[in-house]
């Protein structure tokens, strides 16, 4: 699909920008402020004609900054340059002004760019591609569900210097800059490293270095504690959207990528990249061996697959942004593009293009460690979980199951057993129960009765196989039954502690 030229607003970094931000949080342009003035489900607001419509009237039936604020620099809509003012005053006016991120004409306010609160930053990015024109191969995105997944699976260390590679609006730099001491941010778009300057600004961030330049050419020879990045991971057969087409051979960037980042981390430093990987026929019981393939010798890592999608659905979703929409001509390109995606994942033998992350960390000597899963995205902060589940690969070792042994289990603050009760002739007894993390990421674990029970046992004082030994005792096994379910039972506790759903007791 050919893209329509780049979007000429780029803003500026320029004095009275940190006084402008703040202004606009205490006009009350947050990001709860704005979810609940919408009346949307979340962050990711839809813009569909008829959800322009509801935000229309919802605006108009209780008027205000905020009103104002959303219609202008969320929404797309012009208002008039007074209204502007008396929302966040004029000196705040002013300085957007000649950043250039707000344009006056005969009294009226229009927005050059999109500017979102997210949390307790203000995020600015490209707005919505206009019906008709598309979005332009320079494209800067705005937080989107990879960005913050990004940040979620992000290890957060106080004092840590930090890399952000590709930045695009500068979201993960700015959300590192709260605990690192310093954070270089990496783009080789001009117009993305001018948008992440301008983000810094009017938050008051002023520990982040901006540096020109393709992936790691930029910090040759210099080591972080933290490497995060959301490349253009997208395998396509284009090669002219920056922040989506990945470009080569599917797969090689992130390869190249997650191969070359233990260079540039510091001993113990972590690193997480979001990837994406074709999957060929064959190998849906070891998806993750391509991402395996990637790593270097003193990586330790985690390799995470959290969706996978047809050729189809990949072609269509992700040629969307880029269509025109209009028809009969959008339509058309649009079509042609989805066929001709679809045609080089077949010419490829691709049955389906998988999504998720790897994260890795740094350890000198020490071998390589890999771990793979299938997981969803999670809730809160993925930092713990992270940890306990590089940690918990140096204590269980080469043999977890003879390690998990003789060790009792802890529990994790964060851990639930969530079990269900089934009727029957004597009246309730015990169902399948599900061990899952309320903050970390989705790796749940499905428990039938008697294994839920050796794990209440082995997180209550007993070891796991005195835990297996009292629950086959009470069920009356034979020596044979009974010893078959201490193996289940280590192999099971070494697998939650394994995940990070448990932890060990001391030796």
């Given at each position: 699909?050919?893209?329509?030229?780049?979007?000429?607003?780029?803003?500026?970094?320029v004095?009275?920008?940190?006084?402008?931000?703040?202004?606009?949080?205490a006009?009350?342009?947050?990001?709860?402020?704005l979810?609940?003035?919408?009346?949307?489900?979340?962050?990711?607001?839809?813009?569909?004609?008829?959800?322009?419509?509801?935000?229309?009237?919802?605006?108009?039936?209780?008027?205000?900054?905020?009103?104002?604020?959303?219609?202008?620099l969320?929404?797309?809509w012009?208002?008039?340059?007074?209204?502007?003012?008396?929302?966040?005053?004029?000196?705040?006016?002013?300085?957007?002004?000649?950043?250039?991120?707000?344009?006056?004409?005969?009294?009226?306010?229009?927005a050059?760019?999109?500017?979102?609160?997210?949390?307790?930053?203000?995020?600015?990015?490209d707005?919505?591609?206009?019906?008709?024109?598309?979005?332009?191969?320079?494209?800067?995105?705005?937080?989107?569900?990879?960005?913050s997944?990004?940040?979620?699976?992000?290890?957060?260390?106080?004092?840590?210097?930090?890399?952000?590679l590709?930045?695009?609006?500068?979201?993960q730099?700015?959300?590192?800059?709260?605990?690192?001491?310093?954070?270089?941010?990496?783009?080789?778009?001009?117009?993305a490293?001018?948008?992440?300057?301008?983000?810094?600004?009017i938050?008051?961030?002023?520990?982040?270095?901006?540096?020109?330049?393709?992936?790691?050419?930029?910090?040759?020879?210099?080591?972080?504690d933290?490497?995060?990045?959301?490349?253009?991971?997208?395998?396509?057969?284009?090669?002219?959207?920056?922040?989506?087409?990945?470009?080569?051979?599917?797969?090689?960037?992130?390869?190249?990528?997650?191969?070359?980042?233990?260079?540039?981390?510091?001993?113990?430093?972590?690193a997480?990249?979001?990837?994406s990987?074709?999957?060929?026929?064959?190998?849906?019981?070891?998806?993750?061996?391509?991402?395996?393939?990637?790593?270097?010798?003193?990586?330790?890592?985690?390799?995470?697959?959290?969706?996978?999608?047809?050729?189809?659905?990949h072609?269509?979703?992700?040629?969307?942004?880029?269509?025109?929409?209009?028809?009969p001509?959008?339509?058309r390109?649009?079509?042609?593009?989805?066929?001709n995606?679809?045609?080089y994942?077949?010419?490829?033998?691709?049955?389906?293009?998988?999504?998720?992350?790897?994260?890795?960390?740094?350890?000198?000597?020490?071998?390589?460690?890999?771990?793979?899963?299938?997981?969803?995205?999670?809730?809160?902060?993925?930092?713990?979980?992270?940890?306990?589940?590089?940690a918990?690969?140096?204590?269980?070792?080469?043999?977890?199951?003879?390690?998990?042994?003789?060790?009792?289990?802890?529990?994790?603050?964060?851990a639930?057993?969530d079990?269900?009760?089934?009727?029957?002739?004597?009246?309730?007894?015990?169902?399948?129960?599900?061990?899952?993390?309320?903050?970390?990421?989705?790796?749940?674990?499905?428990?039938?009765?008697?294994?839920?029970?050796?794990?209440?046992?082995?997180?209550?004082?007993?070891?796991?196989?005195?835990?297996?030994?009292?629950?086959?005792?009470?069920?009356?096994?034979?020596?044979?039954?009974?010893?078959?379910?201490?193996?289940?039972?280590?192999?099971?506790?070494?697998?939650?502690?394994?995940?990070?759903?448990l932890?060990?007791?001391?030796?």
């Amino acid at each position: 699909m050919s893209a329509s030229t780049a979007p000429e607003a780029v803003p500026l970094t320029v004095p009275g920008l940190r006084e402008a931000g703040a202004a606009l949080f205490a006009a009350g342009y947050t990001a709860a402020g704005l979810v609940q003035f919408l009346g949307v489900a979340g962050t990711d607001i839809p813009y569909s004609a008829t959800d322009l419509v509801r935000y229309e009237h919802r605006l108009a039936a209780v008027p205000g900054p905020v009103a104002t604020l959303a219609a202008v620099l969320c929404l797309g809509w012009t208002r008039p340059a007074d209204e502007m003012a008396a929302a966040i005053g004029a000196h705040a006016l002013e300085a957007l002004i000649s950043a250039e991120a707000l344009v006056e004409e005969t009294g009226a306010i229009r927005a050059a760019v999109r500017l979102l609160p997210h949390g307790e930053i203000l995020v600015a990015s490209d707005r919505r591609p206009e019906s008709g024109r598309g979005a332009g191969p320079l494209h800067v995105t705005g937080i989107n569900a990879p960005a913050s997944l990004l940040a979620f699976l992000s290890v957060r260390e106080p004092g840590a210097r930090v890399l952000d590679l590709g930045t695009g609006n500068g979201i993960q730099a700015l959300l590192a800059a709260s605990h690192a001491s310093s954070v270089v941010a990496t783009d080789v778009n001009p117009r993305a490293l001018a948008f992440a300057g301008f983000n810094a600004a009017i938050n008051g961030i002023g520990n982040i270095e901006f540096r020109q330049g393709s992936w790691f050419e930029p910090v040759a020879g210099e080591r972080f504690d933290l490497v995060v990045s959301n490349p253009p991971y997208v395998i396509s057969p284009e090669n002219n959207v920056v922040y989506r087409d990945s470009g080569g051979e599917p797969g090689a960037l992130c390869g190249q990528l997650v191969h070359d980042a233990t260079g540039h981390l510091t001993p113990g430093g972590f690193a997480t990249f979001l990837v994406s990987w074709p999957l060929y026929a064959g190998l849906d019981e070891q998806w993750w061996t391509l991402p395996a393939s990637w790593l270097g010798p003193d990586a330790a890592a985690w390799v995470l697959m959290m969706g996978r999608d047809d050729p189809l659905t990949h072609a269509a979703q992700w040629n969307i942004p880029h269509a025109k929409g209009q028809w009969p001509d959008g339509v058309r390109e649009y079509r042609d593009a989805v066929q001709n995606w679809v045609r080089y994942l077949a010419d490829r033998h691709i049955e389906a293009v998988a999504y998720g992350a790897v994260i890795q960390q740094r350890r000198d000597g020490a071998g390589r460690m890999l771990r793979a899963d299938t997981a969803g995205s999670g809730a809160g902060s993925a930092d713990g979980h992270i940890r306990r589940v590089f940690a918990a690969s140096d204590v269980l070792g080469a043999d977890p199951e003879s390690t998990v042994a003789s060790r009792r289990c802890t529990i994790p603050a964060d851990a639930r057993i969530d079990g269900t009760l089934v009727p029957g002739e004597a009246g309730w007894t015990q169902g399948a129960a599900q061990l899952r993390l309320v903050e970390g990421i989705a790796i749940p674990a499905d428990l039938d009765p008697v294994m839920t029970e050796i794990v209440l046992a082995a997180t209550g004082g007993l070891t796991v196989d005195a835990a297996a030994a009292a629950v086959a005792e009470r069920l009356g096994l034979d020596p044979v039954a009974a010893e078959h379910l201490r193996g289940s039972a280590r192999h099971m506790m070494a697998e939650l502690v394994g995940r990070g759903l448990l932890g060990l007791d001391g030796p």
